[in-house]
């Protein structure tokens, strides 16, 4: 199976409700960092969570990592318009072609 | 703030020909890292690079690729003979001191190989 899955896919909230993302990740992990994309340009980081770590906020931003279920959330509170993108995991550890790992992203659409 | 830049911004080049894209690091940052996004298609991992060398390399980076930091600051990634298959929008990023820190990408170069 594939490394880097992120759930749900797409995602469609209405301004001011919060969204949930989910990433889980098959390899041991130094740390795991959080990007959005907004269509067709760059990765803006967002957050990032230390494998000793298991809650950190930013914000609007609050980012969760249990490392026994290999699995990372992303939580962005209130949402606005602003936030419609595309929201990406990258996993960092293990070595070669799995040392650094994207999810598969979530494209969130927040409606005015 | 500091941001990592990338040039061109787009690239189109016949297939067979040689393409070098340029990234530009955050002046203090030490590792640098390629990565690839085929059009729809998740973000993947090309080579991470410190100390003039490639540190992590994935299956993608075969001898077609080569990294190098020719003058002390452009980071450049070179594809030796482009293939089809090599459109993509390509990343460059950089991390400070730690290895393990945040990576912070550039805009990213759009490779269109016809």
């Known amino acids: 199976s594939q490394q880097g899955e992120e759930d749900p896919q797409a995602l469609s909230i209405q301004e001011g409700e919060n969204a949930t993302m989910n990433c889980s990740y098959k390899?041991?992990?130094?740390?795991l960092q959080w990007y959005r994309q907004n269509s067709g340009r760059g990765l803006v980081h967002l957050i990032l969570i230390r494998s000793n770590e298991r809650e950190k906020h930013s914000g609007r931003l609050r980012v969760t990592l249990d490392t026994s279920k290999k699995s990372s959330s992303l939580l962005i509170t209130a949402s606005r318009a602003a936030d419609t993108a595309s929201y990406f995991c990258?996993?960092?550890?293990?070595?070669?072609?799995?040392?650094?790992?994207f999810g598969t992203g979530t494209r969130l659409k927040v409606l005015a | 703030e500091p941001e990592v830049t990338q040039t061109p911004s787009h690239q189109v080049t016949q297939m067979g020909q040689e393409v070098i894209l340029r990234c530009v690091p955050i002046?203090?940052?030490?590792?640098f890292y390629w990565y690839r996004q085929i059009l729809g298609q998740k973000v993947e991992f090309l080579v991470s690079?410190?100390?003039?060398?490639?540190?992590?390399k994935s299956e993608i980076f075969d001898d077609q690729f080569s990294v190098e930091r020719p003058d002390g600051s452009n980071f450049t990634l070179k594809i030796r003979s482009t293939k089809l298959e090599d459109s993509a929008m390509y990343f460059c990023a950089t991390t400070g001191t730690g290895g393990t820190d945040t990576q912070y990408f550039g805009p990213g170069t759009r490779l269109t190989v016809l």
């Open positions: 690079f410190y100390n003039n060398e490639i540190s992590e």
């Open positions: 990258l996993a960092s550890g293990g070595s070669g072609t799995y040392k650094y790992i």
């Open positions: 390899t041991s992990i130094n740390n």
């Open positions: 002046s203090n940052h030490l590792y």
